[in-house]
């Protein structure tokens, strides 16, 4: 079965230094997503991704996060210079069209730990 | 209360019973999904029901959708202990984007 894959598993950075979260999305798939989850929280959405822009992003999206889907396959999740606050599973999600019967393939996340 | 509120936050049921939790949202949806989530994991697709649906069902689970209150209940049957886990449910409300929006979610404890 086709799934949507992470790296890292667990990365730990210094609080100010820059993180790239990667997601392989299911090849045909044609919308992504990035979600994160503080430790005992929600899931929260932070942005969507279509034809290779960003189509809509969330109040937790600032400046400090960007997107991208460089080589046509991985879609990254950048954080500039991460907070304490950042600390949380990413979550990326792919699904194959918009529609009222589609279902999100989620990755088994990334634990970002801000130290 | 928030988009996607499920109650109770936490269910603690003996191997065998029947494991019910719910879902209250304020928008008008598309459809709504159930997730499931082992702890530290991923989430799991469960089961999708659409606007104009008012039950579905999976192997041992029922959804059920009330669109007038606005509520979705998710049934587990004669639950196992591997149905331990994390239980969400989802939104999507359309627009440009498919984007769901998730509840606060109820901890399901099976005890064997």
């Known amino acids: 079965e086709p799934e949507v894959t992470q790296t890292p598993s667990h990365q730990v950075t210094q609080m100010g230094q820059e993180v790239i979260l990667r997601c392989v999305p299911i090849?045909?798939?044609?919308?992504f997503y990035w979600y994160r989850q503080i430790l005992g929280q929600k899931v929260e959405f932070l942005v969507s991704?279509?034809?290779?822009?960003?189509?809509?992003k969330s109040e937790i999206f600032d400046d400090q996060f960007s997107v991208e889907r460089p080589d046509g396959s991985n879609f990254t999740l950048k954080i500039r210079s991460t907070k304490l606050e950042d600390s949380a599973m990413y979550f990326c999600a792919s699904i194959a069209r918009r529609g009222a019967r589609t279902e999100a393939f989620f990755g088994q996340g990334t634990r970002l730990t801000v130290v | 209360s928030q988009q996607g509120e499920e109650d109770p936050q936490a269910l603690s049921i003996q191997e065998g019973e029947n494991a019910t939790m719910n879902c209250s949202y304020k928008t008008s949806i598309n459809n709504l999904q159930w997730y499931r989530q082992n702890s530290g994991r991923g989430l799991v697709h469960l089961i999708l029901i659409r606007s104009n649906e008012r039950e579905k069902h999976s192997g041992r689970l029922r959804v059920t959708l009330d669109t007038s209150k606005k509520s979705s209940s998710l049934l587990i049957t004669a639950s196992r202990a591997a149905d331990t886990a994390s239980y969400f449910c989802a939104t999507e409300s359309g627009g440009a984007t498919n984007k769901l929006i998730f509840g606060t979610g109820t901890l399901l404890a099976v005890q064997p």
């Open positions: 090849s045909n798939h044609l919308y």
């Open positions: 991704f279509y034809n290779n822009e960003i189509s809509e």
